[in-house]
T-cell receptor, first 114, second 114 residues
Framework: SAVISQKPSRDICQRGTSLTIQCQVD?????MFWYRQQPGQSLTLIAT?????????ESGFVIDKFPISRPNLTFSTLTVSNMSPEDSSIYLC???????????FGEGSRLTVL | GQSLEQPSEVTAVEGAIVQINCTYQ??????LSWYQQHDGGAPTFLSY????GLEETGRFSSFLSRSDSYGYLLLQELQMKDSASYFC???????????????FGTGTQLKVEL
């Protein structure tokens, strides 16, 4: 298994502000994935982050709203920009496990936008 | 698009067997995974079916039928600690770098009662 640390674990933010979430992994990984989980809902993939290249965003997510950095093989950040109450969610960082179909997740960052 | 539908809620008694279904409208995927998520926790990997048929892992079994666009998670000898949300997810290939890109189902909340 892997240890994935996310910061902050939770935050309350004001509308119009931006917040950066950090994800630190205890091993080097090629890809990191950022998911969003709105209250009581499923997980939706925001983007895939490769070290040394631009992140690949899923339909409905854009770089201006969710800029991602991937400066090295153990770290990534996701910024939620110009937040609105609709951005209130849990944001989860994940990496692939050894087994097919396996992802390891961080504990998530629970954002509440007022 | 891709969609994976699950019952929103299932209730069962301790010691019983419960089946959580996942029907999908997608193609070209590599396999079907199942995840468990307790309230406030991160999703954790349970099982993966690359091929049609049944995979057994202790009290949990998972089944896939590509011809029927259907899979299920079977939980036996239910325990109170099995109360959680369960998600199916299909694995898609990532063309560069490998790894697991997953699209998650709508999720099923399982309540285990005495």
């Amino acid at each position: 298994s892997a240890v994935i640390s996310q910061k902050p674990s939770r935050d309350i933010c004001q509308r119009g502000t931006s917040l950066t979430i950090q994800c630190q992994v205890d091993s080097q990984v090629t890809m990191m994935f950022w998911y969003r989980q709105q209250p009581g809902q499923s997980l939706t993939l925001i983007a895939t982050a490769n070290q040394g290249s631009e992140a690949t965003y899923e339909s409905g997510f854009v770089i201006d709203k969710f800029p991602i950095s991937r400066p090295n093989l153990t770290f990534s950040t996701l910024t939620v920009s110009n937040m609105s109450p609709e951005d209130s969610s849990i944001y989860l960082c994940s990496i692939s496990g050894r087994a097919d179909g396996e992802l390891f997740f961080g504990e998530g960052s629970r954002l509440t936008v007022l | 698009g891709q969609s994976l539908e699950q019952p929103s809620e299932v209730t069962a008694v301790e010691g019983a067997i419960v089946q959580i279904n996942c029907t999908y409208q997608t193609s070209g995927f590599y396999g079907l995974s199942w995840y468990q998520q307790h309230d406030g926790g991160a999703p954790t990997f349970l099982s993966y079916n690359a091929l049609d048929g049944l995979e057994e892992t202790g009290r949990f079994s998972s089944f896939l039928s590509r011809s029927d666009s259907y899979g299920y998670l079977l939980l036996q000898e239910l325990q109170m600690k099995d109360s959680a949300s369960y998600f199916c997810a299909v694995r898609f290939p990532i063309l560069t770098g490998g790894g697991n890109k997953l699209t998650f189902g709508t999720g099923t909340q399982l309540k285990v009662e005495l």
